[in-house]
């Protein structure tokens, strides 16, 4: 059995949505057990009702809250984020700030993990959120896993979408009208599927 993880925070469910999509492509992965999670809100909630987020947010509310020592009964983590500024969003960055004893035993090292996001704008951080989150992966000793070209919808020039060689990427726009297209929740559900494969064959489960 090879054990996958996907944590992420969402706002306003862009990145839940993408989540989904990660989590059904590692699904169809031969013995693969697969478990989301989100990671807790630090914004008040008098603030998430009136910028609309909290009803956003009701969706997924039965998603369970990650603790971090958990992530290290997984092969494989998928992280999502939503893009702040070009890095990860601030309930994300807690959250990993809060993995030290992981760290310090050494208990994520030579697992894989791989990143996937939202951003409001088409050139609004998608990759540089991404590869510095690879940062804090690479600290911990993790195998990075992206999407290779081998994804052919990374080639599509026929409409605006998200996806990278770094992973899977969608576009809200910024009053988050845009919801993920068919073409980016493929390119989520393909990178699901890679990295749980490659966890597989690392791990011989």
């Not at 050139?123 to 070209?149: A, C, K, N």
Request: aromatic content about 8%; charged content about 20%; some cysteine.
């Amino acid at each position: 059995m090879t054990r996958v993880q996907v944590i992420f925070y969402s706002m306003y469910g862009h990145v839940y949505q993408m989540a989904e999509a990660v989590a059904a492509g590692a699904r169809e992965t031969p013995g693969a057990e697969v478990k989301l999670f989100q990671v807790p809100e630090l914004v008040p909630e008098e603030a998430l009702v009136k910028s609309g987020a909290k009803a956003a947010r009701d969706v997924f509310k039965n998603i369970p809250f990650a603790v971090p020592e958990q992530m290290a009964e997984a092969d494989a983590i998928l992280f999502g984020t939503p893009t702040r500024f070009g890095n990860m969003c601030a309930q994300m960055r807690n959250f990993m700030d809060r993995t030290t004893k992981l760290w310090l035993a050494g208990a994520l090292a030579g697992k894989v993990g791989s990143v996937f996001v939202s951003t409001a704008t088409q050139h609004g951080g998608q990759e540089t959120t991404v590869t510095s989150f690879h940062s804090t992966l690479l600290h911990h000793g993790m195998v990075i896993v992206g999407v290779p070209y081998t994804e052919a919808r990374l080639m599509n020039m026929k409409e605006i979408t998200g996806g990278s060689p770094y992973g899977a990427s969608t576009l809200a726009d910024v009053d988050g009208s845009r919801k993920p297209s068919e073409n980016e929740l493929a390119i989520a559900r393909f990178q699901g599927r890679h990295v749980a494969d490659i966890a597989r064959r690392l791990f011989g489960r």
